[in-house]
């Protein structure tokens, strides 16, 4: 199983900006798409943005204002500028990388999850 990774969350000031990574790396595996999501305190995790490997990108509610997802597949990477952020922001983000592994990857197989990274948008 691959290892995502996430980084740059953080704690910044409402109105602020952040830049999260994410990388997938470890073993043989294929990835058709990777996107961001979050989990705030006591409620579901939810969809941040996504872009496949064919560069469509989807959104979450209300996410596209502030957010950008971009990735660079060659290094199996993706990212998520965010800004303008507001404590309503405030949440455990995650990345997931849609793929699978083995000789013969399908390519849609599972998701990988990484650890998650909080981000915290407080005055």
């Known amino acids: 199983q691959p290892q995502v990774v996430e980084s740059g969350g953080g704690s910044v000031l409402p109105g602020g900006s952040l830049r999260l990574s994410c990388t997938v790396s470890?073993?043989?595996?294929?990835?058709?798409?990777m996107g961001w999501y979050r989990q705030r305190p006591g409620e579901e995790r939810t969809l941040v943005a996504f872009?496949?490997?064919?560069?469509?990108?989807n959104y979450g509610d209300s996410m596209k204002d502030r957010f950008i997802v971009s990735r660079d597949i060659r290094n199996n990477a993706a990212f998520l500028q965010m800004s303008n952020l507001s404590p309503e922001d405030t949440a455990v983000y995650s990345c997931?990388?849609?793929?699978?592994?083995?000789?013969?990857?399908?390519?849609?197989?599972?998701?990988?999850w990484g650890q998650g990274t909080q981000v915290t948008v407080s005055a």
């Open positions: 997931g990388a849609v793929g699978g592994t083995g000789d013969y990857c399908n390519p849609y197989e599972t998701t990988f």
């Open positions: 872009e496949t490997n064919a560069g469509v990108q």
């Open positions: 470890g073993g043989t595996f294929c990835i058709s798409g």
